[in-house]
């Protein structure tokens, strides 16, 4: 297995978070607000409600026999990759200007709640089940939120000048759905493909 946890869950999320509506709320509030307390914020936020999606998939591990994992996860990726591919020219709501006196405490709330139940946080929950390797998964994880963080931080709207927010939607969707099929071959085909 190696470091196949930890590639496959910064791919996924690098991937699935570009353009999504938490890159977006971050580059709007990177926009209007301090980029440093954005950032630490939205991280921080991002590293808990991700390291509760490990605990949980590690916790599925020890109660759910392995074939279903695979079956489950293989199911919960594809539908996500079709939603993703179905939605790709819907428009983003865009996050308004909030007056709270406390930026960190209002970027971290939102992020947390943007997050809690997202598509990104159910596919932490599976990737955790599916390898079995928490700490690799998380830091996967991690990597690829400050990666994707940092970006939206940084380089802000002009990224969405580059690549329309569509074809980075559309991409995300076929990544989604090449881990559903890999996963369901592996359910039936143990050991097929290691991602």
């Known amino acids: 297995m190696g470091l196949t946890p930890l590639l496959a869950s910064f791919l996924l999320v690098v991937v699935a978070e570009l353009g999504d509506k938490t890159q977006i709320a971050v580059i709007t509030l990177s926009a209007h607000h301090n980029a440093f307390l954005v950032f630490t914020s939205g991280i921080l936020a991002l590293l808990l409600v991700s390291g509760l999606g490990v605990v949980i998939g590690e916790t599925l591990t020890k109660i759910i026999p392995p074939p279903m994992i695979h079956v489950s996860s293989a199911i919960l990726f594809l539908a996500f990759g079709a939603y993703t591919i179905l939605l790709a020219g819907k428009k983003e709501e865009h996050v308004e200007r909030f007056g709270s006196k406390s930026v960190a405490l209002s970027v971290f709330s939102m992020v947390a709640l943007m997050e809690l139940g997202d598509k990104t946080q159910l596919a932490v929950i599976a990737l ?3 390898y079995g390797a928490p700490l690799l998964v998380y830091v996967g994880v ?54």
């Open 142 to 195: 991690a990597l690829a939120f400050i990666a994707i963080t940092g970006l939206g931080v940084v380089i802000g709207c002009k990224l969405l000048r580059l690549i329309p927010l569509r074809l980075v939607k559309l991409g995300s969707g076929v990544v989604f759905i090449l881990f559903g099929i890999v996963f369901l071959l592996n359910a039936f085909l143990p050991g097929f493909l290691s991602v």
């Open 128 to 130: 955790a089940a599916e």
